[in-house]
């Protein structure tokens, strides 16, 4: 059972996710608040899983309030400006719903949300670093698998934890990005946001300030694009030196 709160100042917006959340199983609305300082005073007491978030509030606003929390539960922004998509991986927010928010996209993010919980519940680590250069081993429960760096096509970090993406699925690590960047080195896999590694191999386009890898949209960090763009030029230049040899 998942339980939930709403925070959003627009009535219709609440009575939206709340009509959703009641045609779904294991779903549970513990709260619904009009502001952020109602909803603080009942987060501080109550345990909830799922916070859905609207960002433009008068008062406290929702990006205030989720800076505001020592321990925030799992966070999804709901707001109907599309531009806040990237200052929420900033914040560890798992997922991101542009209103007016449909019955089909609210399932898909409690998808994401299960899917994280099931395997940040499979206790998966790094049992060791492997001295070989393409693969690492990773611990889950008490299975050891081979993770090999050609699989992986991005990492995304989420508060204490980090997802690393593969071509076959997911698996979550406990652990910073900055921790995953030692265990995942360079030219292989660039830092192109503090929430993000990707595989280079794996950029499939980059427009402005996105990077494309298979269906997904990478945001790129202000503080890293100088650097991101060099690496990835060098490389591009490496290639072009060795075919024309």
Do not use: W
Not at 4 to 30: H, N, S
Not at 79 to 102: H, N
Not at 193 to 221: C, L, M, T, W, Y
Request: glycine residues 6%.
């Amino acid at each position: 059972m998942l339980n939930c709160v709403i925070v959003d100042d627009e009535p219709l917006a609440r009575e939206v996710l709340a009509g959703y959340m009641d045609q779904t199983d294991r779903v549970k609305l513990a709260g619904s608040f009009s502001n952020g300082s109602d909803a603080l005073e009942f987060l501080k007491d109550n345990a909830v899983d799922v916070l859905f978030l609207d960002i433009e509030m008068p008062g406290m606003n929702g990006v205030d309030l989720l800076k505001t929390l020592s321990h925030p539960p799992i966070t999804v922004f709901t707001t109907a400006f599309r531009d806040y998509a990237f200052e929420g991986y900033e914040l560890g927010v798992i997922d991101f719903l542009l209103k007016p928010i449909s019955r089909i996209r609210f399932m898909v993010s409690l998808e994401k949300i299960r899917d994280f919980l099931s395997l940040k519940a499979a206790d998966a680590g790094f049992e060791t670093s492997s001295n070989e250069p393409e693969f690492i081993f990773v611990r889950s429960g008490v299975q050891k698998i081979k993770l090999f760096f050609a699989d992986v096509t991005y990492i995304q970090g989420l508060k204490d934890y980090a997802i690393i993406h593969t071509l076959t699925g997911k698996v979550v690590i406990k652990g910073s990005v900055k921790s995953m960047q030692e265990l995942f080195p360079e030219p292989r896999f660039i830092r192109a946001h503090k929430s993000f590694i990707v595989a280079k191999e794996n950029i499939k386009r980059i427009v402005k300030n996105r990077i494309f890898i298979g269906d997904h949209q990478i945001p790129i960090g202000r503080n890293y694009k100088e650097e991101l763009e060099k690496k990835i030029l060098q490389s591009a230049k490496i290639t072009h030196t060795k075919r024309g040899i």
